[in-house]
C-alpha cells in the first residue's frame, strides 16, 4: 500500500497540498533524531545511542523490548564536534506498522521461490497472500518514541538504569501464504526484508527466509485468477453447453459462473481437494457491458470443479428449469442506456475547502482534531487503524485502541433449497476484502478535499498489482455537534459536527461493501459498513412461490439471508505499550423493585458486572436493557475518581436464524454470540481460524481460544464484536439495492473530565447567511416572544 498525491473535490485533480508521500514521510524519518534531541533536552552522540545497542538476531526478535529501553532524561552532552553539529541517529524509512510496498513484496516473492527445493516445487507455488509481519508492541512503541511520528519517548515504561536507545529498529518482515497447485499443500513463510533489500530497484536482491511450515488439511483462500480459470472451463464442458442449449442459450459470451467455495457439508467438501460449486448466470444481450447477468440465474445444473487441476468432476442437469424472462427493470445504468429517463431536477451540491483540509498526513500517520493514528492495509482485511490516541490537554498522548480492523464476515442464506442452502460465504477468509478493493478512480462517493492511498499485492502467480486510489481519507460535515439556547436572554450557543472518515470499499461477486472509520470531535470512533450491489437470486417455475424469498419479477426471486460482520478490537485504553490494565464491565439498565425506595414506581439504575473471564464474557445485546459495555484502565481515573473508559454501543444486531446443528455453524460458532472477549495473544486474528475455505473442524478458532478461560480483571483486552443484519428482499432493492447501513460505536465513558468538544470554535454562519441574502435573526428571543 502506497500513498499517492491529494485530490480535490469534484474533478479529483492532483493537488500537492499536503505533505503524505514517501519522500515526506522519509524526511520526517530523518528528522526523528532532532525531536528526540528536544524530548531529552540533550543531543545524541554516536556512542550514546550504539554503545549498547542490540543486534537483533532471529532469536532475539520476539523478545520484549522494554528492557531494553530506558529513560532518556539522563543522556549526556557529547563533546563538541565541529560547529556544533552532532551526529544523528541513523535515518528509518518506513514505519514497523506501514504496509509491505510493491519492491517489499517482490524481494519477499523472489526469495520464497528461490527457496524452493525443485524445480517441480517452484513451479507450482501459487502466491496467496504477502502480507507485513507486525512486530512486537514494544517495537511499534520504540519506533513512535523515537524514530517516526509521534516521536514520543514518553510512550515506553520508565526502568532503571541508564539509556539504550538502539540507533536502528528491527528489520521488517513479510509473511507469505503459499499453495503449491502440483501438490495441493499450503504453507506459510516468515522473511525477514532488510532496509538494503527493500529500498533495491524492481527488488531483485532476496530477503532472508527465517521459516517456513506447511501447513496439513487446510485450503487456503480462492483467488480471481482461479475464478476466471473455473468460468472457461465450466464453459468449454460439453455436457454444460449441452444443457444450456436445452435453455435456448447457444453464446457462452451470455454466461456467468461464479465459482463459489464448497464450505464444508460432509467429508466429500473435505481440504484433500480445493473444490469449487459455481453459480450460473446468463445475460440478455452480450453487447452491452452493464448487462446485469444477474437478473437470469439458471437453476437444476449441478457441477462440481477441481479446482487444484481445473477440470469439471462432477456435472449433472438435475431439472430442467426455464430461465427468467428477460426483466426490463433489470438494469441500473443511466437512464438512456437502460431505456429509461433519469431525474433532471436535482442541482449540484459542491463541497469546498478553500483552505485544505484540517487532517495532516506524514507517509500513513494521521492527525486530525487531537486524534492521531496509522493506516494499514492488508489482502484479507482490507482496511486496518493502528495506534489510535487522542491528544488530551496536560495529559498528553492518551491510547484507545492498538489495532482496529474488521477480520471476517459471513452470509447465511435461509433456503433450504438448491443450490441456495450451500450459500454461506466467508468472504473475508474465503476470498479476502482487501483483494477485492475497487480503485476509486472508478467511482469515488467521497465528497470535498480527499487524500488517497494505494494499496500493493502479489498476484496469483507472484506479481506485483497495484489498486490505486484504495482508501479514502476526507473529512464530513455532521450536523449539530451541540447547541444551547438561553430562552431568557435569546443567546445562543451551537457548534457544527465534523468528522474524519477513513474508508475503502469491495466487491465479491453480486455484494458490495463498503467499510468506514469515523473519527468525531467529541471523542467517538464510528464503525460502519455500508450494503449495496445486486441480490443474489434464484429461478421459480412457472406460477411457483416460496415462502424463503421474496418475488422480485417474473419468475425471479430473491432468497432471505444474513450478513454478519465481526470487528476486531484490539484496545489499549490509557494503556502505554506493555501495560496490561484494561478490563470490561458489562451495564443493564433495570427497574427498581416497587418498595421504599421507589414509591413513585419510576425509578431504574444502571448496574454493572466486572467480566472476570473468557467463558462469562460470551455475551448478547439486550436492547431492552440498553446493555453496552466498558473498557476501563485500571490504574488511571477521571476528576472524580472513576475509572477511565470507551464504551462499546452496539447498533442494530441480529444472531443467526438456523438451528444450532446448521452446518456453516460448525466453521461460524462465533456468530453464536455478539460479544467476545479474549485476552490478547499475537496469533489468534482471525475468529474462524486463518483457513475457513472447507475446513473440516469444529468450532476452530473464538470458540475454541476462549475455553482456556484466560482472566480478564486486568489484562491486555481484544473485543470480537459480532454485528449482523437480516435481509428479507424488497421490490425497492432491484435492480441495485440502496445503501443499507449497520455498525456501531466506540465512546468515551469518564475518559475525560468533561466534553472534549466544548472547545470546538463557532462556524461563520453570519458569513453565510449575507451571502445568499436571508436578513439576519433578532439577537434577544426573549423580545422577540414578547
Not at 532532532?34 to 556512542?47: M, N, Q, Y
Not at 441574502?773 to 434577544?780: A, D, E, F, R, S
Request: aromatic share 8%.
Amino acid at each position: 500500500m502506497a500513498t499517492t498525491q491529494e485530490k480535490a473535490t469534484l474533478c479529483c485533480t492532483s493537488n500537492g497540498a499536503i505533505g503524505g508521500n514517501n519522500a515526506q514521510s522519509r524526511e520526517g524519518a530523518r528528522s526523528s533524531s532532532v525531536v528526540v534531541e528536544k524530548a531529552a533536552s540533550a543531543p545524541l552522540t554516536r556512542e550514546a545511542v550504539s554503545a549498547e545497542v542490540p543486534e537483533w538476531t532471529d532469536e532475539k526478535q520476539n523478545l520484549a523490548l522494554t528492557g531494553l529501553i530506558h529513560p532518556v532524561d539522563a543522556l549526556h552532552e557529547p563533546p563538541a564536534k565541529g560547529a556544533g553539529i552532532h551526529v544523528m541517529m541513523r535515518a528509518q524509512t518506513r514505519h514497523p506498522l506501514d504496509p509491505l510496498s510493491a519492491a517489499e513484496i517482490a524481494v519477499a516473492v523472489a526469495t520464497v521461490r528461490a527457496a524452493g527445493k525443485t524445480p517441480e516445487v517452484r513451479d507450482g507455488m501459487r502466491f496467496i497472500e504477502v502480507v507485513l509481519w507486525e512486530p512486537d508492541k514494544s517495537v511499534v512503541a520504540l519506533a513512535d518514541a523515537y524514530f517516526f511520528p509521534p516521536f514520543q519517548p514518553s510512550l515506553l515504561p520508565k526502568t532503571k538504569g541508564g539509556p539504550v536507545i538502539p540507533s536502528k529498529l528491527p528489520p521488517r518482515r513479510a509473511r507469505l501464504v503459499v499453495y503449491n497447485k502440483k501438490s495441493n499443500e499450503t504453507s506459510i513463510w516468515i522473511v525477514e526484508l532488510t532496509e538494503v533489500h527493500a529500498a533495491t530497484r524492481g527488488g531483485h536482491h532476496r530477503g532472508k527466509a527465517v521459516s517456513s511450515e506447511v501447513v496439513p488439511d487446510v485450503q487456503p483462500p480462492m483467488d480471481a485468477v482461479e475464478y476466471a480459470e473455473c468460468e472457461a472451463v465450466v464453459k468449454d464442458y460439453p455436457p454444460f453447453r449441452e444443457a444450456m442449449k436445452k435453455r435456448g442459450i447457444e453464446d457462452m459470451d451470455l454466461v456467468m459462473v461464479d465459482a463459489w467455495c464448497v464450505g464444508y457439508h460432509s467429508d466429500a467438501d473435505a481440504p484433500s481437494r480445493r473444490l469449487a460449486k459455481p453459480l450460473i448466470f446468463c445475460r440478455t444481450e452480450s453487447d452491452c457491458p452493464m448487462e446485469n447477468g444477474y437478473a437470469r440465474p439458471v437453476e437444476g445444473i449441478h457441477i462440481l470443479v477441481d479446482m487444484q487441476n481445473m477440470v469439471v468432476i462432477e456435472f449433472e442437469d438435475r431439472k430442467l428449469v426455464p430461465l427468467p424472462p428477460a426483466d426490463p427493470l433489470r438494469n441500473y445504468t443511466p437512464g438512456e442506456t437502460r431505456g429509461g429517463i433519469d431525474r433532471s431536477d436535482i442541482k449540484p451540491l459542491h463541497i469546498l475547502q478553500p483552505e485544505g483540509p484540517s487532517f495532516r498526513v506524514n507517509g500513513y500517520f494521521v492527525e486530525w482534531q487531537k486524534w492521531n493514528f496509522r493506516i494499514g492495509f492488508t489482502p484479507r482485511e482490507g482496511l486496518v487503524i493502528y495506534s489510535v490516541a487522542y491528544i488530551d490537554g496536560s495529559r498528553g498522548r492518551r491510547p484507545v485502541a492498538h489495532r482496529l480492523s474488521f477480520v471476517e464476515m459471513v452470509v447465511p442464506y435461509g433456503d433450504p433449497n438448491e443450490p441456495h442452502y450451500r450459500k454461506n460465504a466467508f468472504d473475508a477468509g474465503e476470498d479476502g476484502l482487501g483483494k477485492n478493493a475497487h480503485s476509486l478512480k472508478r467511482g469515488c462517493d467521497c465528497l470535498g478535499y480527499i487524500k488517497y492511498f494505494d494499496a500493493h499485492f502479489t498476484n496469483f502467480t507472484g506479481g506485483v498489482e497495484t489498486i490505486e486510489n484504495c482508501v479514502c481519507l476526507h473529512e464530513e460535515d455532521h450536523g449539530i455537534l451541540w447547541k444551547h439556547q438561553d430562552w431568557r436572554t435569546g443567546l445562543a450557543e451551537v457548534r457544527r459536527s465534523r468528522r474524519l472518515t477513513v474508508s475503502f470499499i469491495c466487491t465479491v461477486a453480486n455484494y458490495e461493501y463498503g467499510f468506514f472509520w469515523h473519527f468525531y470531535q467529541d471523542g467517538k470512533i464510528e464503525a460502519e459498513v455500508k450494503l449495496t450491489g445486486i441480490l443474489s437470486l434464484g429461478a421459480l417455475q412457472p406460477g411457483e412461490s416460496r415462502k424463503y424469498g421474496t418475488t422480485i419479477a417474473p419468475g425471479l426471486y430473491a432468497p432471505v439471508h444474513q450478513h454478519f460482520f465481526v470487528a476486531r478490537l484490539d484496545m489499549a485504553v490509557d494503556c502505554k505499550p506493555g501495560e496490561a490494565l484494561n478490563q470490561v464491565v458489562e451495564v443493564n439498565v433495570k427497574v427498581e423493585e416497587p418498595g421504599k425506595n421507589n414509591i413513585h414506581n419510576n425509578a431504574f439504575y444502571a448496574e454493572e458486572e466486572l467480566l472476570r473471564s473468557e467463558l462469562q464474557a460470551m455475551r448478547d445485546c439486550n436492547p431492552l436493557t440498553a446493555r453496552h459495555w466498558i473498557v476501563r484502565n485500571t490504574r488511571s481515573v477521571n476528576r472524580t475518581g472513576q475509572l477511565t473508559g470507551y464504551k462499546l454501543l452496539p447498533g442494530s444486531n441480529c444472531l443467526p436464524l438456523a438451528g444450532s446443528e446448521a452446518k456453516f455453524l460448525r466453521r461460524a460458532a462465533f456468530l453464536k454470540h455478539n460479544l467476545w472477549v479474549t485476552a490478547y495473544k499475537r496469533d489468534e486474528k482471525y475468529p474462524g481460524g486463518e483457513f475457513p475455505n472447507q475446513n473440516p473442524r469444529i468450532d476452530e478458532g473464538l470458540a475454541t481460544w476462549v475455553k482456556q478461560n484466560r482472566p480478564l480483571e486486568e489484562n491486555d483486552i481484544v473485543l470480537w464484536y459480532v454485528f449482523g443484519v437480516t435481509h428479507i428482499p424488497r421490490l425497492e432493492d432491484w435492480p441495485v439495492m440502496p445503501v443499507d447501513r449497520i455498525g456501531f460505536m466506540l465512546m468515551p465513558h469518564g475518559f475525560f473530565n468533561c466534553s472534549p468538544a466544548v472547545d470546538v470554535p463557532p462556524s461563520s454562519t453570519e458569513t453565510d447567511l449575507k451571502e445568499i441574502g436571508v436578513p439576519k435573526p433578532l439577537q434577544n428571543g426573549l423580545v422577540s416572544k414578547l
